[in-house]
């Protein structure tokens, strides 16, 4: 069965430093998305993407946050200058149909740790 | 706020019992959908209901959905030890399906 694939797993970084959490989407899907679970609570929606361009946005997602499908295949979500707030589960999905018939596909997670 | 709740919010059965897991919801929505999480793992999609069903069936796992009480509720029967995980209802909140999630039941099947 097709997957989405994140990686790293896990990442720790210093606070102020920049990370680049990767996701492979599924080959045929349009739709792509961030979200983040900090430990124990919500998942939040942070931003969609598609037609490589942002579509929607959350208040979380500032200008710290940016999202990039540099080479057809690949979707990134950098965060500028992290700080200890930023530890969360990130989790990237795909859909080809904006969730309307099927429901999305989650990758595995990266979990971020700033310290 | 947008967010809705579920509950309960921890639920412990035994092995082969039922449980049942509510979600409530504030915004209208195209459909609503189940997400099952292990301990530290991602999201894996279980069921989605259209916002014009009421019922709908995928092996041990019934959903039905009452827009007028914006409510849900995900049945799993028979449970099993490998049920025990986080559920969480989740609808989609804008035009390109970006979902609201709730806040989750935590589900503990004991053997």
């Known amino acids: 069965e097709p997957e989405v694939t994140q990686t790293p797993s896990h990442q720790v970084t210093q606070m102020g430093q920049e990370v680049i959490l990767r996701c492979v989407p599924i080959s045929n899907h349009l739709y792509f998305y961030w979200y983040r679970q900090i430990l124990g609570q919500k998942v939040e929606f942070l931003v969609s993407?598609?037609?490589?361009?942002?579509?929607?946005k959350s208040e979380i997602f500032d200008d710290q946050f940016s999202v990039e499908r540099p080479d057809g295949s690949n979707f990134t979500l950098k965060i500028r200058s992290t700080k200890l707030e930023d530890s969360a589960m990130y989790f990237c999905?795909?859909?080809?149909?904006?969730?309307?018939?099927?429901?999305?596909?989650f990758g595995s997670g990266t979990r971020l740790t700033v310290v | 706020s947008q967010q809705g709740e579920e509950d309960p919010q921890a639920l412990s059965i035994q092995e082969g019992e039922n449980a049942t897991m509510n979600c409530s919801y504030k915004?209208?929505?195209?459909?609503l959908q189940w997400y099952r999480q292990n301990s530290g793992r991602g999201l894996v999609h279980l069921i989605l209901?259209?916002?014009?069903?009421r019922e709908k069936h995928s092996g041990r796992l019934r959903v039905t959905l009452d827009t007028s009480k914006k409510s849900s509720s995900l049945l799993i029967t028979a449970s099993r030890a490998a049920d025990t995980a986080s559920y969480f209802c989740a609808w989609g909140g804008g035009s390109q399906g970006n979902l609201i999630f709730g806040k989750g039941t935590k589900l503990s099947v004991k053997p």
């Open positions: 993407f598609y037609n490589n361009e942002i579509s929607e």
């Open positions: 999905a795909s859909s080809d149909d904006p969730g309307l018939f099927f429901g999305y596909t």
């Open positions: 915004t209208s929505i195209n459909n």
């Open positions: 209901i259209r916002s014009n069903e």
